[in-house]
């Protein structure tokens, strides 16, 4: 059974720093690339961020190009998402999914292109 569960998320003041992880089980963690996606109350989710197989190409939305960095160890079957300079807006619960990919560098966007995911972990930036 392929499992993600993320942590890291919590309470933070404007302009502070949090790191997500994603630990993911039953299945061989580089066949995929792994992607992050958030959803603020009342809003649709959408993408922050995804990695190919190789943790080589990388891909950020534009608001978080600069602030947020995603990278993967694959020995460790873990994906992170390092958030800097984070704002109020930031606010959401963050998910974490994988995507089957052929390629090494194929990079998803979209969440249907993704197929298993997380439960969420909340972030709060306060102003």
């Known amino acids: 059974q392929v499992q993600l569960v993320e942590s890291g998320g919590g309470l933070v003041q404007a302009g502070g720093s949090l790191r997500l992880s994603c630990a993911t089980s039953?299945?061989?963690?580089?066949?995929?690339?792994m992607g992050w996606f958030r959803q603020a109350p009342g809003k649709e989710r959408e993408f922050v961020a995804a990695?190919?197989?190789?943790?080589?190409?990388?891909y950020y939305t534009n608001s978080m190009k600069g602030r947020f960095t995603i990278s993967r160890d694959n020995a460790k079957n873990t994906v992170f998402l390092q958030m800097n300079s984070l704002k109020p807006d930031d606010t959401a619960v963050y998910y974490c999914?994988?995507?089957?990919?052929?390629?090494?560098?194929?990079?998803?966007?979209?969440?249907?292109?993704?197929?298993?995911w997380g439960q969420g972990t909340q972030v709060t930036v306060s102003s």
């Open positions: 999914a994988s995507a089957t990919t052929r390629s090494l560098t194929t990079i998803p966007r979209a969440a249907e292109e993704y197929d298993y």
């Open positions: 990695i190919g197989r190789n943790g080589a190409n990388k």
């Open positions: 039953g299945r061989t963690f580089s066949s995929y690339a």
